[in-house]
């Protein structure tokens, strides 16, 4: 059955292969010119003698890179692909040519058939996930040596870092294969098929992302007012930045403008830094620290597995008892 | 599950009835069909031939009624792999080369015999390097023939095997098909909904109609038992008082039946004359309802033909 299973999924398993050592080329290529510059500018050895102020050669290289490419948030939806490319055609593909007449037939029972397939399918999906979350790490360590130092905020916590490292790539991408397969089961056709994983992949994950850093209760911290934004410790993640009364009530900018504002006709309105600390008014973050990296992947790549072993069993259990 | 019937039985439904919906595609189906048999099951289109074939072969689960094959479930793997299924329009993978398709043969039977499955196809000029999806509806056929038969069945299923072959692939096919059945004397259904098509293969018909089963039996019983009469109209009420009739059509100045005889008819009114296979299914198929009840007692009778 494994034979079985690579003839006829073998070009697929190989597509998967040629996009990850893609997406892994591309990868290496930009990080070593990270790092061969950091290290040109002696960015690197600044950073591990911890004593000096690397301000300077910090600023020099996020001029020269920026942060994290806009490739990347694209590379964050690659799991998709196992769900469209990998999930979807699994079953749907065999009802709709009408082999499933020929495959089922055999001396295998559908179980085995199936669970042959998924076992080959989730070994690839666990070493895609591996190979990008370590390459993509690799990648990342010089922003993380920066951000440690405190010279800027992009690490591993914010997105899509957080969506290309640990185990979320492997969540997201087990989730996107359940929900194609489950969903070739059930609609037994490809096209249809692909279009529910789209819809229900993002449904589901769009959500989850706008919710996992509340999964733990954020810190907070708050203090009088400043020209600029209150420092949160190095690598941690802003949920909400706002104001507080004195006492501490949450009040929206509006707010402050009545109090202090002077305004100016029309929309324009001035207000004064100095009546705003002399009201006790605050500034305050809702933020999760760097320490909660591990708690909250682990949240969050806990629910999409289980939302994906849900969905395998029901395309199992409907492949056994219900298609044909 | 168990018992002598089990040597001699292969499959053995009781009230199987499967329906989609609030249609039923097969009702009230009880056979017990005897093994060593080339069975053929006629009925026209949408008689719930495939839907029958379907469940003996372990794809679709009836929605009441049981069905055994060799004594157990379809769906078990031990009878699985003594099943042998060539559905209508003979699937194969299109991207796999016919050598790929006897590979997958090899990979999913534990009975696979590869030299008898290659010296089938060699016979016929089918190159074992062409992907299944650019060969003819004949080869087609051939390979997904050579692909069951590999598998050394006990018991072969084919849905329409020849409905969309030109007569020369069809003589190949069932060609084929009956040296296989000679060498092994392995158990056949093959369902039609035309009947010159495998005529001379049975020796067994099953015929199904508007979902239900009418007729099941050897054919050389059913020639023996059916007759052709025709004769003055008045005399009919006596015909059918002696003996069952299947289908008649009475005028003024004659009466022509197909009758199933209970006995000699020694009136010389009548001319009387052996009704052929063709004409019996016809009339069981325009008159539905006139079989129901003999081929329920024909069915509880089968088992006792295989003594």
Known sequence: MIAMTWRQHRAQLLAGTGVVLASIVYMVITGLQRASYAHTIGLSSCLAAKARDCGTLASAFIDRFGGIPAVFTLLAGLPLLAGLFWGAPLIAREVETGTYRLAWTQSVSRRRWLSVKLLTFLAAIVVAAAVLSLVFSFWL???SQITAAGYTDIDRLAPPAFDLTGAAPFG??????????????????????MAVTLGGYLGVVLPLESRRYSFLSPLSKSGPFTTGSLPVPPGAYTLSSGYT????????????????GTPHGGHSVTIKLSCLAAKGFHVSELYQPASRYWPLQGIYTASLVALGVLLLGVAVWWTDRRVS | MSGPDDATLTIETTLLGRRYGRRWALRDCSLSLPR??????????????????????GLLEPTTGQVSVFGTR?????????????????????????????????????????????????GLDIPLDQRCGSLSGGQRAQVALAVALGKHPDLLLLDEPVANLD???????????????AATGMSVVLSSHLLADLEEAWDYLVLLSASRVQLSAPTDE???????????????DAIAAAHSIVQSSINEHQANMLIRARGPIHDPDWSVRPASLQELVLAYMSAPLAGVAPALSLVGSAPEGSR
Not at chain 1, 176 to 193: S, V, Y
Not at chain 2, 167 to 181: D, I, K, T
Not at chain 2, 227 to 233: F, N
């Open chain 1, 141 to 143: 360590h010089i922003y």
């Open chain 1, 172 to 193: 997201t991408m087990l989730f996107a294969f359940a929900i194609g397969t489950a969903a070739g089961a059930l609609i037994r056709r490809t096209l249809p098929a």
């Open chain 1, 245 to 260: 009364t004195a006492g501490g009530r949450p009040v929206p900018f509006t707010y402050l403008a009545q109090a202090c």
């Open chain 2, 36 to 57: 060593g048999h080339v069975i053929g099951l006629v009925g026209p289109n949408g008689a719930g031939k495939t839907t029958l074939l379907h469940i003996v072969a």
């Open chain 2, 74 to 122: 379809p769906r078990d793997p031990r009878a699985l792999a003594r099943i042998g299924f060539v559905a209508q329009d003979k699937p194969l993978y299109g991207r796999f080369t016919v050598a790929d398709m006897l590979r997958m043969g090899g990979w999913l039977n534990p009975r696979w015999d590869r030299a008898s499955a290659l010296a089938r196809l060699a």
């Open chain 2, 167 to 181: 007569p020369l692939a069809r003589r190949q096919f069932m060609q084929m098909l009956l040296e296989h059945v």
């Open chain 2, 222 to 236: 059913l020639l023996h038992e059916h007759r052709m009469l025709s004769g003055p109209p008045s005399k009919a």
